[in-house]
């Protein structure tokens, strides 16, 4: 998806959050409040990649509510719950032989046969562990790592 070519202006934006742009430089927290947040939240993740088949395949729960009627958008659905419930939207971008070869404890799991493949260690839990998925993404990961100030998860 081509990058957005608007982003509210950083006074629209602040005032919003009620904030000011010197508390926004300041080391302090500020509030905010909690449905603003998940609006935001949802404007970022209406630009993340979809695949209703990808959506339907892994979450067997999403395709028969569907197949029911009860999920009429399934884009929708993964923008305004999927992705707050852990969700993915799309197959990842997984390089397996790298995440095994980074990952021992993935690689030995997948040998046990205690899971399939390392892709679906990786939907199933590796991304909401922080783990790097291939080698393009590395910088990537590290960087919303860094900015999350959570440690990039190398190898357990």
Not at 60 to 69: F, H, K, N, T
Not at 75 to 103: C, K, M, N, S
Not at 131 to 149: C, D, I, K, T
Request: glycine share 6%; proline share 8%.
């Amino acid at each position: 998806m081509p990058p957005t070519e608007y982003f509210p202006h950083v006074d629209l934006l602040l005032k919003s959050l009620r904030i000011d742009r010197d508390r926004l430089s300041g080391k302090g927290k500020v509030a905010i409040d909690a449905r603003l947040l998940r609006r935001i939240l949802q404007y970022a993740i209406e630009q993340l990649p979809f695949s209703a088949e990808f959506y339907q395949a892994n979450y067997p729960d999403i395709a028969a509510a569907a197949a029911a009627g009860r999920i009429p958008d399934l884009h929708r659905h993964f923008v305004e719950t999927g992705w707050f419930e852990g969700r993915l939207g799309a197959p990842p971008a997984i390089d397996e032989a790298y995440y095994t070869g980074l990952y021992a404890d993935v690689a030995q799991a997948v040998a046990d046969g205690a899971i399939t493949t390392p892709r679906a260690h990786y939907v199933q839990s590796g991304a909401a562990e922080g783990r790097v998925p291939s080698p393009h993404l590395a910088e990537e990961v590290a960087q919303w790592m860094h900015l999350l100030r959570v440690p990039v998860m190398a190898e357990l």
